[in-house]
């Protein structure tokens, strides 16, 4: 009865290739949202999706894709990926979105890029 | 600048003694702030969340406090135990439009035997 599910936990790859990191919520809630936290814990968001639609885009790099098929999944695309892609990458979800609500994060995926 | 700034980056205190947190913040206007609580190699879980309205909150052994004049907050953590180790987070929400959430770097808390 998992909450906010990511997969795969971990993902080791070479610098250039591409991968994509999955995220699945059975909260029902309306956002989901993509956050990288690096080296140093600063949890920064990178996208958010509210029913599917894209809300919020922080300059992140174009290689980053974020894809929602429906309000319950949230994928994330990198293409031709960097040493500095290397970070923990968490999904999280929340009921609806502008009045900061809880949002309730997964286990995160933990992305070294060699 | 960031907008929401933590205090003490991390500290270390022994088992059953107490421990306050501090988090400062510019977001203006604000909507609400809450503590996350990580544990090393998972997500953060919401601890409390407190309005503008409201000073103190309590949760467990963890006590959040507010004073919205000086835009300051703080969580007290009583009787420390050993899972208590983990980082805390502020997170401050502003009154927009769209989503805006600020994110402290965190308190990262060791509790020793």
């Known amino acids: 009865d998992t909450a906010v599910s990511q997969t795969p936990k971990y993902l080791v790859t070479q610098m250039g290739n591409d991968k994509s990191i999955k995220c699945e919520q059975n909260l029902g809630h309306d956002t989901m949202y993509w956050y990288k936290q690096d080296s140093k814990k600063f949890l920064k968001i990178m996208f958010s999706?509210?029913?599917?639609?894209?809300?919020i885009n922080e300059t992140v790099p174009n290689r980053f894709s974020p894809k929602s098929p429906d309000k319950a999944h949230l994928n994330l695309h990198i293409n031709s990926l960097e040493l500095g892609d290397s970070a923990v990458y968490f999904c999280?979800?929340?009921?609806?979105?502008?009045?900061?609500?809880?949002?309730?994060f997964g286990p995160g995926t933990r992305l070294l890029v060699l | 600048k960031n907008q929401v700034e933590q205090s003490p980056q991390s500290l270390i205190i022994l088992e059953g003694k107490n421990c306050t947190l501090q988090?400062?913040?510019?977001?203006?206007?604000?909507?609400?702030l809450r503590w996350y609580k990580q544990d090393t190699g998972r997500g953060p879980v919401s601890l409390t969340i407190m309005t503008f309205s409201e000073n103190t909150k309590s949760n467990g052994r963890y006590t959040a406090t507010l004073d919205a004049d000086t835009k300051q907050s703080s969580l007290h953590i009583t009787a420390s135990q050993l899972s208590d180790s983990a980082s805390y987070i502020c997170?401050?929400?502003?009154?927009?439009?769209?989503?805006?959430?600020?994110f402290g770097a965190g308190t990262t808390v060791t509790v020793r035997a």
């Open positions: 999706y509210n029913n599917k639609e894209l809300i």
């Open positions: 997170v401050v929400s502003a009154f927009s439009n769209d989503y805006k959430l600020s």
């Open positions: 999280a979800s929340s009921p609806l979105t502008g009045k900061g609500e809880t949002q309730y």
């Open positions: 988090c400062n913040y510019t977001v203006s206007p604000f909507s609400n």
